[in-house]
């Protein structure tokens, strides 16, 4: 029954032709028997999320692309989280055809990651590398001045963005004055225009330009593709040796770039990128009148307090009898100046007698008297030390006779006196055994009164 309907259904005309609904509806109806759920692997690119919780991207490849929806997709899409721009999926849906466009679509059921994309694993490259370079260090980044003169934008000079900070910046600082350097902001290239603007702001007198105080660069939002160029090295390394502040503002909150981490400062959009480098006019002026308050305020309370002094004053005493209010005041002062004359004498006296011992223990300290003093010393010393080594002296020289009669007592000579004799050879060798010389040995003989040097002439 189902069989005949459709071909019913699908019928063609008189002529042969088809309506453009039937051939579609056939389409998917062919799409949706033939092939149903299945299971596709893609780069997500273009991904768009819709207030009513649908999200909307394409899965692609390097040859081709395919629309997909996943409607309700926190409540009935598992792993929804993993669709982000360039991030790799592996997702399961119903093949089918959106209608009202004839476009084949992929309604989405789940969600599975299957790793980086190409261009997020070309974005963790190059972040990478150039952290690892200090190109992002905090070290690095140069402090926004509070009131900018001239602002650099790099930017499309024909994109909404450009018209958004133009139209927050006339509005919070009028005073500013904002020099656009027109660039193509997408597609390929177009790093190249971004970074040579960049390059020729930094070092404007070369290049006939006006010196900006700031530069903001950026573009309004898109899919990863459309925000690329922004992530190239070129432009990352211009942001980096830029002179010049530089605040990046590329896309929505949620996108980042490596221009982004490169800059002295990240604006999640254009138009906060206007609100950041400069201040509010309006908040300025309040600031201003705050100010003019809290210093009116005690000038006038202080002119209040001495117009009433003053009033006081008239009214007083001092207007009636001046004499008799300056009697106390004058008695007051004699006194002063008597106690101030009786305390610089007590002063000047305690000075001189300071003085004058100080001047008796220099006398006492004269190095004159003091060399004298130390010479006499010395006389004493020296006498004291002669008669000493005198009576050592002596007594050393009666030891020395006592050792010396002793020695004569005791030592050889006394023995030779009395007609002992030593014999030795030639060499000095004593002989106290006839068997130690041989017939020829010169030997040598010590008596009383001298030597007596002779011969071995036989046994």
Known sequence: MRMREQGKQYQRGDDGTMSVSRLVRRMKNVLEIEIGDVWVEGEVSNL???????????LKDGQAQLGCA???????????????????????????????????????KRVVPAGLGDLQARFEA??????????????QKK??????????????????????????????????????FPVAVQGEGAERGIARAIGMLGEPEKHGLPRC??????????????????NEEEVARAIAGCPVPIVSA???????????????????????AAELVVPDAGELRARLRGLRDGLRRPVHEKLRAARDLIRLAR????????????????????????????????????????????????????????????EERVRQFRARYGQLAKHRLQGMEQRVERARRLLRTLGPESAFERG???????????????????????????VAGGRIESEVAGE
């Open 213 to 230: 105080d700031v530069i903001i660069t950026g573009r309004g939002g898109g899919s990863m593709e459309d925000l690329w160029n922004f």
């Open 143 to 180: 402090p926004l001045p509070a009131f900018p003169q001239v602002i650099g934008l790099v930017t499309s000079g024909s994109g909404a963005a450009l018209q958004d900070m133009m139209n927050i910046l006339s509005r919070r600082a009028p005073w500013v004055k904002a020099v656009l």
């Open 420 to 446: 002992f004799s030593i014999t030795t050879t030639a060499e000095g060798e004593l002989i106290t055994d006839p068997e130690q010389v041989t017939p020829g040995d010169r030997l040598t003989t010590r």
């Open 250 to 272: 590329v896309g929505h909150e949620i996108d980042f770039t490596i221009a982004d981490f490169a800059a002295d400062l990240r604006a999640p959009t254009p138009s906060a």
């Open 48 to 58: 768009r999320k819709q207030a009513s919780g649908h999200y909307y991207f394409s």
């Open 315 to 374: 009214r007083g005493a001092l207007a009636h009898d001046a004499e008799r209010v300056l009697r106390e005041p004058a008695l007051r002062m004699d006194e002063a100046g008597t106690a101030m004359r009786r305390a610089v004498d007590d002063c000047l006296n305690r000075i001189a007698s300071c003085l004058l011992e100080r001047r008796m223990a220099w006398k006492a300290r004269h190095p004159r008297l003091v060399v004298k003093q130390r």
């Open 126 to 139: 190059l972040k990478k590398k150039l952290n690892e370079e200090g190109l992002f260090d905090a070290e």
């Open 70 to 108: 996943a409607f309700s997709a926190k409540h009935r899409c598992p792993g929804y989280e993993a669709l982000q721009d360039g991030a790799k999926v592996r997702v399961f849906g119903e093949v089918t055809v959106y209608e009202a466009r004839g476009q084949a679509q992929l309604i989405v």
